[in-house]
């Protein structure tokens, strides 16, 4: 009986981590385009409430470790070249 425990547990707990990388991707791709948005974006012709917006995503993204920046910009210019 504990190695059928063991294996549903070692099922769930794969399940789990495959469920908590896809996210990650979804994140990575959102923080991605959020910084290619920021980066385009023209400060002088923006309303002050649409820069007050985008200054606080930019400090959001200023704010991630410089690794995680990375992947999401490469996945981004991955989707960009492959489209």
């Known amino acids: 009986m504990p190695h059928v425990l063991?294996?549903?547990?070692?099922?769930?707990?794969?399940t789990?981590?495959?469920?908590?990388?896809?996210?990650?991707?979804?994140?990575?791709?959102?923080?991605?385009?959020a910084a290619t948005f920021v980066a385009e974006?023209?400060?002088?012709?923006?309303?002050?409430n649409t820069l007050e917006a985008a200054e606080m995503l930019a400090e959001c993204l200023n704010a991630a470790p410089e690794e995680t920046m990375r992947d999401s910009l490469e996945i981004v210019k991955a989707e960009v070249v492959g489209a």
């Open 6 to 14: 063991k294996d549903q547990e070692i099922a769930m707990l794969r």
């Open 16 to 33: 789990e981590l495959e469920m908590l990388m896809g996210e990650r991707q979804s994140l990575l791709r959102i923080a991605g385009a």
């Open 41 to 48: 974006l023209d400060a002088g012709v923006l309303p002050k």
